[in-house]
C-alpha cells in the first residue's frame, strides 16, 4: 500500500512539474499544426466566401495552414454539435452566424449557445436582400405585397434552413406585410441562389453575397434590403422601412467560436489575428466587394451580443408565432 501510495505522489509530482510545462510551452507555440475551420453550409456561399477570405490571410500570418471544412445539414446544427464536442484545444473552430442564436429557439439542438462555446470575435455584419428572378412580375416592394395579398400561398421564398437568419427575416417580412408566402428551405446559400435562378423558387431573402453578382448582371432584381439604412453596394435600392413597412430592421452577422474551455491564451492570440486581418486593406476590399461591413470585436462583445441576441429571437419568435417549418 505504501508504495502504491508513493507511486501516486511521484505521478502528481510528474504532472505538476512536467505536464503543465508542456501546456503551458504548446500554448505559447500555438498554432503548431493545422487548424480547421467548419462552416455549417455549402462552399460556394456567401458564408463560405467569408470563410475563406478571412482564413486565407489568418494562415499567412500564422505561417501555419487553415482549412475551411464544410459539413452541412440540420440547419447549421450538424456543423455546430461537432464543434460543440471536439477539443477544446484551438485546431477546431466554428464559424457561425445569426443562426446561433435563432436555431435553439425553434427547435431541441444537442448543444448550448453559451455553455458549449467560446467566442473569438465576429468577422461581418450585413444587410440582407429581397431578390427575384429579372422577369417577376413584381418591380417593387408594393407590388410583391399586393401580389402576394391577391394570391395567399401562390408565392414562395428560399432559406439556408429553417431557423436561419433569412428564414426569420422572410417570417418577419410575412408577419408585416400581413402576407402569406411558402417557405421551401434548402442547404445553404448557394443552392438556394440555383434555386431561386432556375424559378424553383419566387424569392430570397439573403445576404447580399449570392445575388450580388447576378443582380449586377441583371439576371436577378433587388426589391428591397432589410437594413434601416441603404447598402453601401445597392445604394439605389430602397430599404424595407424606406417601401412601407416602417421599423422593419434585419441584419446578419458572421463569428468564429470554440469550443468551452479553450485556453483563454489560445483565444486571445485568434482574436488579435482576427482583428488584425480585418483591418487588411486587400481583405476588407474582398468582403466589401460581396457587401459585406468588416466587424471586428473583443471576445466579450461578441459573447454579449450573442446573448442579446438570444433574447431578442426569443421573443421575436414568439411574437411571429413561428414554429420550425
Not at 434601416?228 to 417601401?243: I, Y
Not at 483591418?279 to 461591413?293: I, M
Not at 461578441?302 to 420550425?324: T, W
Request: hydrophobic share 40%.
Amino acid at each position: 500500500m505504501q508504495n502504491f501510495f508513493r507511486l501516486s505522489s511521484l505521478l502528481l509530482l510528474f504532472s505538476v512539474f512536467f505536464l503543465s510545462p508542456l501546456r503551458v510551452s504548446c500554448e505559447t507555440a500555438y498554432p503548431i499544426k493545422t487548424i480547421k475551420l467548419i462552416v455549417p453550409f455549402p462552399a460556394g456561399g456567401g458564408t463560405d466566401a467569408v470563410a475563406r477570405i478571412v482564413t486565407q490571410r489568418m494562415s499567412e500570418e500564422f505561417n501555419q495552414s487553415i482549412i475551411v471544412e464544410n459539413k452541412i445539414g440540420a440547419g447549421g446544427s450538424v456543423a455546430t454539435e461537432y464543434v460543440a464536442h471536439s477539443q477544446p484545444d484551438g485546431y477546431t473552430l466554428l464559424f457561425t452566424t445569426s443562426g446561433h442564436c435563432i436555431q435553439p429557439n425553434l427547435q431541441k439542438v444537442n448543444w448550448n449557445p453559451i455553455k458549449d462555446f467560446s467566442p473569438i470575435s465576429t468577422l461581418v455584419n450585413n444587410p440582407l436582400v429581397v431578390a427575384v428572378k429579372n422577369d417577376f412580375e413584381a418591380d417593387t416592394i408594393k407590388d410583391l405585397i399586393r401580389l402576394a395579398r391577391e394570391k395567399p400561398k401562390k408565392y414562395t421564398y428560399g432559406s439556408s434552413g429553417p431557423g436561419s437568419a433569412l428564414n426569420l427575416s422572410a417570417e418577419y417580412f410575412k408577419y408585416m406585410a400581413n402576407v402569406d408566402i411558402v417557405h421551401v428551405p434548402y442547404s445553404g446559400n448557394g443552392p438556394m441562389t440555383l434555386a431561386l435562378l432556375k424559378g424553383e423558387v419566387d424569392m430570397v431573402f439573403d445576404s447580399l453575397t449570392g445575388p450580388l453578382p447576378n443582380i449586377r448582371a441583371n439576371r436577378l432584381k433587388a426589391l428591397a434590403v432589410t437594413t434601416l439604412n441603404r447598402s453601401f453596394a445597392l445604394t439605389d435600392t430602397p430599404t424595407l422601412d424606406e417601401a412601407g413597412l416602417k421599423g422593419y430592421n434585419f441584419s446578419s452577422w458572421s463569428g468564429i467560436l470554440a469550443p468551452a474551455n479553450t485556453s483563454k491564451d489560445i483565444i486571445q492570440k485568434l482574436n488579435n489575428q482576427i482583428n488584425k486581418v480585418l483591418q487588411d486593406k486587400s481583405v476588407r476590399e474582398r468582403l466589401s466587394a460581396f457587401g459585406y461591413s468588416p466587424l471586428a470585436s473583443t471576445q466579450q462583445e461578441f459573447q454579449d451580443l450573442i446573448k442579446d441576441d438570444l433574447e431578442k429571437y426569443k421573443k421575436m419568435i414568439k411574437e411571429l408565432k413561428i414554429e420550425n417549418n
